[in-house]
């Protein structure tokens, strides 16, 4: 009888020791959906979808968090509904203590020591343009300043529709998935971070582009 006890008293302690450690990967699953952009001050620009600059602001500490929605899913082999966690399109980011909301739009936060070689976007759609997303127009823009670049690497970036934003230049270039930040790219330029969110990048080999 006792060893039955004590059987029963074994598998009741494996149980809990497996729900607490389910428990523990979900939270720390939803602990890894906030990031922090810590250390020098940081310029942050926001764009639509079209490359139209729509906001633009600083700070030297931005808390990123990606929200959490529960979602039906439908499995056809239980033939039953369950509900899963996913990650929502609308992230919150908190710029020195001050909250902004963002749903779609693509975000660039960047050292402020790190000027952009060349800034290709609008503040306002210019009603006489034959459109942002003309290749003709684009194409224009990029071979005029190819041969301004003196330095080894050149990384251009494009808003979600293909219109380029800006262009920088590196010696040193490199670009890394931040794991505590999904849907953002670092990127590393001599040193100085740059924060890509919800945008296209190309980094180019000089070399290229003579």
């Known amino acids: 009888m006792r060893n039955h006890k004590n059987l029963a008293l074994v598998a009741a ?11 523990a990967r979900l939270q720390s699953g939803i602990h890894d959906l906030h990031g922090s952009i810590i250390g020098n001050e940081y310029n942050i620009d926001i764009f639509d979808n079209t490359g139209i600059r729509t906001l633009k602001t600083h700070g030297k500490r931005i808390d990123i968090d990606n929200n959490i929605v529960e979602e039906k899913t439908y499995s056809s082999t239980s033939d039953e509904w369950y509900t899963t966690k996913t990650l929502s399109s609308v992230i919150t980011i908190t710029i020195d203590g001050s909250q902004l909301i963002s749903c779609g739009d693509t975000c660039i936060f960047y050292d402020k020591r790190l000027v952009p070689d060349y800034e290709f976007y609008l503040d306002h759609l210019e009603s006489t343009s034959s459109g942002l997303l003309d290749s ?10 190819k041969n ?7 990384v251009v970036i494009k808003s979600q529709m293909g219109a380029p934003i800006y262009a920088f230049s590196g010696k040193k270039v490199y670009w890394e998935i ?29 070399a290229l582009l003579e």
């Open 13 to 23: 302690l494996l149980l809990l020791m497996t729900g607490l450690a389910g428990c």
């Open 136 to 145: 003709v127009l684009i194409s224009g823009k990029v071979n005029s300043i």
């Open 148 to 154: 301004a670049f003196g330095k080894p690497m050149v």
């Open 178 to 206: 931040q794991e505590d930040l999904p849907r953002f790219t670092k990127l590393m330029i001599d040193g100085m971070a740059l924060y890509i969110h919800r945008a296209n990048f190309q980094i180019i080999d000089k």
